[in-house]
């Protein structure tokens, strides 16, 4: 039977990516900002600067500060990279978020399984570049997005039976035979999830995947906590169960707090993460998952999937990043299981 033999989680957002000096293009999009998403609120940028800006977070928005940390984000990922490589996993299973990549409000399932021969991460297009670096983005994308366009093979014996396995375990759960099209024909790449763990994590190492979608971001069919807890279980007893000798890497990719760092909500997290804390982590109020922190319930999938399997997670890094001082940026996190 295949065996669980691996775990990460790491974020993937997109100051990592960025040049410190870069980071202010995004700063002044937060400051443009209506519904910035902090525990059971939401604020204006200059609410939120009210509620808690100030000389704490300003401290921390300096350039010498965002390049250290920005510094001990890359230390981050190339220890996790090279742990990954080296661990050396026959497939990976990468739970991660869609954002309107594949999927778009004309149906966004809670959870999905692509179940194709191959995903294409296709390099940008004239057009997406110019819309990215509108809106603060650029050179970052290509962290995301190959410079030329990549196929990576997908483990479609496993993504069938775990989607068999989930139908058998009473979860509704999409069933993605095909790289979804837009109208014209044309191929959607792959996500920024999927296509994070490739580019900067495995520096495209074609390693098999079954790409595992939950909807964390949009309204209204955001699964629960516990749901997703849930739902990592069938997919570890799908591995468990699967008549192969492969050796199965778990990757949870995005999260912790985002776009209002909240360094509080993160260690506790984190610290449920590495204790195996499962009541914690199921009990979280729903609301406390809300835009870009929402992707923490990758992890909580990738937890329900670990579960049993004798592995521990060591925390490798965490890492606050500030690009305001009302406290907006992203809570970045490193780990493995082993
Ligand atoms: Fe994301």
């Given at each position: 039977?295949?065996?669980?033999?691996?775990?990460?989680?790491?974020?993937?957002?997109?100051?990592?990516?960025?040049?410190?000096?870069?980071?202010?293009?995004?700063?002044?999009?937060?400051?443009?900002?209506?519904?910035?998403?902090?525990?059971?609120?939401?604020?204006?940028?200059?609410?939120?600067?009210?509620?808690?800006?100030?000389p704490?977070?300003?401290?921390?928005?300096?350039?010498?500060e965002?390049?250290?940390?920005?510094?001990?984000?890359?230390?981050?990922?190339?220890?996790?990279?090279?742990?990954?490589?080296?661990?050396?996993p026959?497939?990976?299973?990468?739970?991660?978020?869609?954002?309107?990549?594949?999927?778009?409000e004309?149906?966004?399932?809670?959870?999905?399984?692509?179940?194709?021969?191959?995903?294409?991460?296709?390099?940008l297009?004239?057009e997406?570049?110019?819309?990215?670096?509108?809106?603060?983005?650029?050179?970052?994308?290509?962290?995301?997005?190959?410079?030329?366009?990549?196929?990576?093979?997908?483990?479609?014996?496993?993504s069938?039976?775990?989607?068999q396995?989930?139908?058998?375990?009473?979860?509704?759960?999409a069933?993605?035979?095909?790289q979804p099209?837009?109208?014209?024909?044309?191929?959607?790449?792959?996500?920024?999830?999927?296509?994070?763990?490739y580019?900067?994590?495995?520096?495209?190492?074609?390693?098999?995947?079954?790409?595992?979608?939950?909807?964390?971001?949009?309204?209204?069919?955001?699964?629960?906590?516990?749901?997703?807890?849930e739902?990592?279980?069938?997919?570890?007893?799908?591995?468990?169960?699967?008549?192969?000798?492969?050796?199965?890497?778990?990757?949870?990719?995005?999260?912790?707090s985002?776009?209002v760092?909240?360094?509080?909500?993160?260690?506790?997290?984190?610290g449920?993460?590495?204790?195996?804390d499962?009541?914690?982590?199921?009990?979280?109020p729903?609301i406390?998952?809300?835009?870009?922190?929402?992707?923490?319930?990758?992890?909580?999938?990738?937890?329900?999937?670990?579960?049993?399997?004798?592995?521990?997670?060591?925390?490798l890094?965490?890492?606050?990043?500030?690009?305001?001082?009302?406290?907006?940026?992203?809570?970045?996190?490193f780990?493995?299981?082993?």
């Amino acid at each position: 039977m295949a065996q669980i033999a691996y775990g990460v989680g790491t974020s993937h957002g997109p100051l990592l990516n960025l040049p410190p000096a870069e980071w202010e293009v995004r700063a002044n999009f937060d400051r443009a900002q209506i519904d910035l998403a902090l525990r059971d609120g939401t604020y204006t940028y200059e609410e939120l600067h009210k509620h808690r800006g100030g000389p704490h977070f300003a401290k921390f928005t300096t350039l010498d500060e965002r390049t250290a940390r920005h510094t001990r984000c890359q230390q981050g990922l190339d220890q996790l990279g090279d742990k990954l490589l080296a661990a050396d996993p026959d497939i990976m299973v990468v739970v991660g978020d869609d954002q309107h990549e594949w999927f778009m409000e004309d149906k966004q399932p809670s959870f999905s399984v692509f179940c194709g021969d191959e995903i294409q991460n296709l390099t940008l297009t004239e057009e997406e570049r110019e819309h990215k670096i509108k809106i603060g983005r650029g050179s970052d994308m290509y962290s995301y997005r190959p410079l030329a366009d990549q196929a990576y093979p997908v483990a479609k014996d496993l993504s069938l039976h775990i989607h068999q396995q989930a139908v058998e375990d009473e979860f509704d759960v999409a069933a993605c035979m095909k790289q979804p099209t837009d109208a014209d024909g044309s191929i959607r790449s792959v996500g920024h999830a999927i296509g994070f763990i490739y580019r900067r994590l495995l520096r495209d190492k074609p390693v098999p995947v079954v790409p595992v979608l939950l909807n964390t971001f949009y309204p209204p069919n955001q699964p629960t906590p516990k749901r997703c807890y849930e739902f990592g279980k069938s997919i570890g007893r799908a591995i468990r169960s699967w008549k192969s000798d492969a050796r199965i890497a778990a990757v949870a990719s995005g999260g912790i707090s985002h776009f209002v760092v909240d360094e509080e909500w993160d260690h506790k997290m984190l610290g449920a993460f590495k204790n195996g804390d499962v009541e914690t982590l199921i009990n979280e109020p729903n609301i406390m998952f809300r835009s870009g922190s929402s992707e923490t319930k990758n992890w909580i999938c990738v937890a329900g999937i670990l579960e049993g399997s004798g592995l521990k997670m060591d925390l490798l890094d965490y890492v606050p990043c500030y690009r305001t001082d009302a406290g907006t940026g992203s809570g970045m996190a490193f780990a493995t299981w082993s």
